[in-house]
């Protein structure tokens, strides 16, 4: 048996005609460029997101989305934006773009998500933005540090370019990620929980000032047709990516229920296989609801170094595929050594990036595949 680390076909042949009957009508159209494929989207992402008619603002990426809403923040050279090392390259490359400086702090080890308390200490008069990503799919708890930002004239921009549909409850109230700060941005890359058939964005803003303003950065700062208030970007969501995100949206929660069930399966995997000694499932923050973009595990590397490597090796090599989310904390590339950081600077986010290990999680895999990863496993502890 081989099991993928992601099969997108799986999920595909629910929506087929749906989508097919989509891109006809698209194509007997011949209109590409925003239009009513990408309001309507926006105008149902607001829904699903419980945002205000107008605060959803499409856009062509992910990374668009984090560099428009720095944008809109006028992020610019000199200015301090304090985030995590422990993410994809996009959250702080963005920031690296427009001038400003990266302030790094450390993850915490059991949600490998920003250290809160770290991040606070790390306010000082240029800073200009908090940049949280609530990574693999579970929120961070902003709930305790929102007011001490706010209070220092911070803004919030949440990356949650992996947390479409995560939630949290905090006082008996849902918190969706991407609306509990200042701004929110999403990734509809195709491999994300709701994934696109090419690149795709969103940022998203209570503020409607500036969802306005959001609209004419993505058309080079242009309110009227030629005439441009700013210098902007061109960075519009496609209306075909809009209508096939638009049928996905409503098999979301079907899809992120599926994902949260194959995650309880494999903790209790876990539990029965007695591998607990060398393996660590993902742990959930109270209150969460990870909705499992990955499936992170640690292995521990106190005895080996190697042994997350020699484990990931010996799976891919007997057909089960898994993968490494990040092999490099962010403070440690090579495009970022004029930052001064050096090895030791953030010990867990450094030692994750020794121990993690994304396991298959997408709908559609089956129990049995995920009985086979264990097995495997636990061949490899045994040799
Ligand atoms: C995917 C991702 C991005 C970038 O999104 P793209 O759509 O690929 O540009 C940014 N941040 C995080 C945490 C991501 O996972």
């Known amino acids: 048996m081989t099991v993928p680390i992601l099969d997108l076909r799986r999920s595909f042949k629910d929506i087929k005609p749906e989508v097919f009957d989509a891109l006809e ?6 209109s590409f460029i925003l239009g009513s494929d990408v309001s309507n989207f926006e105008r149902h992402c607001e829904k699903y997101l419980e945002l205000p008619e107008g605060s959803a603002v499409g856009c062509a990426s992910g990374t668009d989305a984090l560099l428009l809403a720095l944008m809109t923040a006028d992020v610019k050279e000199g200015d301090e934006v304090i985030t995590t090392p422990f993410t994809f390259f996009a959250t702080s490359g963005t920031v690296a773009r427009l001038g400003a400086k990266p302030v790094f702090v450390d993850v915490d080890p059991k949600t490998y998500n920003i250290n809160l308390e770290q991040a606070v200490s790390k306010i000082n008069k240029n800073t200009k933005i908090f940049l949280p990503v609530h990574l693999f799919g579970q929120m961070c ?4 540090v929102k007011e001490i930002f706010n209070d ?3 803004k919030i921009i949440e990356d949650a370019a992996q947390a479409f549909g995560s939630s949290r409850i905090v006082d008996k109230e849902i918190e969706r990620a991407g609306t509990v700060g200042d701004i929110g941005c999403y990734s509809f890359f195709p491999t994300k929980n709701l994934g696109g058939c090419g690149d795709g964005g969103m940022v998203v803003t209570k503020d ?12 080079h700062g242009s309110g009227t047709t030629y005439y ?10 496609d209306a075909i990516q809009a209508a096939i995100l638009d049928i996905k949206l409503k098999y979301l929660e079907q899809w992120n229920e599926e994902r949260i069930k194959i995650a309880d399966y494999y903790k209790l995997l876990f539990k029965a296989s007695g591998l607990r000694d060398f393996i660590t499932p993902p742990e959930v923050l109270d209150g969460n609801r990870h909705i499992y973009h990955q499936y992170v595990v640690r292995v521990h590397s106190d005895s080996n170094p190697n042994l997350r490597d020699e484990l990931m090796n010996y799976l891919n090599e007997n057909g089960c595929a898994v993968r ?3 092999p490099l904390s962010l403070h440690l590339q090579p495009c970022f050594k004029y930052l001064g950081y050096k090895e030791g600077d953030f010990l867990v986010s450094e030692k994750l990036t ?3 290990l994304a396991l298959p999680i997408f709908p559609g895999l089956q129990q ?3 009985e086979e990863i264990i097995e495997t496993m636990i061949k490899f502890f045994k040799r």
């Open 354 to 356: 020794r121990e993690v």
């Open 141 to 144: 708890a902003l709930e305790e």
């Open 152 to 154: 220092k004239g911070v």
């Open 368 to 370: 049995k595949e995920q």
């Open 324 to 326: 490494v989310y990040y």
């Open 208 to 219: 409607l000032k500036t969802a306005e303003r959001l609209k004419k950065l993505r058309v």
């Open 25 to 30: 009508r698209i194509f007997e159209n011949q």
């Open 228 to 237: 441009h208030e700013e210098v902007g970007i061109n960075s519009r969501l």
